[in-house]
């Protein structure tokens, strides 16, 4: 059976917060041995802190869990982190992999989707990779209406979901 380890809205500032973070998912990950660690969004709360802390933080949590999944929150989206323009998940995606992904993990499909307002067509993205059983994460919530919407577009795979 899938374990997973999720955590949301670490809204980390500073390198202090940033240890308290990695301290806490030490432990928890020591304690519950998940197959993977999920941020589900909102895990730098600044532009500089992302760029300042991401790197690091992206390497010593790898370094603790097989697998790192990272959901882009509404705070890692909205963000013009390198000052070019670029939606925050645009630039992030060379720090945290990609907005949507879908990863097998345990023998179970988990697909992330990144924050609705990105830009991106996450229900399309959802119904590509959709299988049964398949695991649908996100920063917010995902509202009946939405899922149901991807039936109205044509995308009527019936699809065993479980919302995290």
């Given at each position: 059976?899938?374990?997973?380890?999720?955590?949301?809205?670490?809204?980390?500032?500073?390198?202090?917060?940033?240890?308290?973070?990695?301290?806490?998912?030490?432990?928890?990950?020591?304690?519950?041995?998940?197959?993977?660690v999920?941020?589900?969004?909102?895990?730098?709360?600044?532009?500089?802190?992302?760029?300042?802390?991401?790197?690091?933080?992206?390497?010593?949590m790898?370094a603790?869990?097989?697998?790192?999944?990272?959901?882009?929150?509404?705070?890692?989206?909205?963000?013009?982190?390198?000052?070019?323009?670029?939606?925050?998940?645009?630039?992030?995606?060379?720090?945290?992999?990609?907005?949507?992904?879908?990863?097998?993990?345990?023998?179970?499909?988990?697909?992330?989707?990144?924050?609705?307002?990105?830009?991106?067509?996450?229900?399309?993205?959802?119904?590509?990779?959709?299988?049964?059983?398949?695991?649908?994460?996100?920063?917010?919530?995902l509202?009946?209406?939405?899922?149901?919407?991807?039936?109205?577009?044509?995308?009527?795979?019936?699809?065993?979901?479980?919302?995290?």
């Open positions: 059976m899938l374990k997973l380890l999720c955590f949301t809205d670490a809204h980390i500032n500073d390198g202090a917060e940033c240890r308290q973070v990695e301290e806490y998912l030490r432990r928890a990950i020591s304690e519950h041995r998940p197959h993977a999920v941020s589900l969004g909102d895990l730098f709360d600044c532009a500089e802190a992302c760029r300042e802390l991401g790197p690091g933080f992206r390497d010593r790898r603790l869990t097989p697998q790192w999944l990272f959901v882009y929150g509404n705070h890692d989206g909205s963000a013009n982190i390198q000052g070019d323009g670029k939606l925050g998940w645009e630039a992030l995606a060379g720090i945290f992999g990609p907005l949507q992904q879908s990863v097998d993990i345990a023998g179970t499909r988990c697909i992330t989707l990144g924050d609705q307002q990105a830009g991106s067509d996450w229900q399309a993205f959802a119904h590509d990779h959709a299988a049964p059983g398949c695991v649908m994460l996100s920063h917010g919530v509202k009946q209406a939405q899922l149901d919407g991807m039936e109205d577009q044509g995308r009527d795979r019936e699809v065993t979901r479980y919302l995290v």
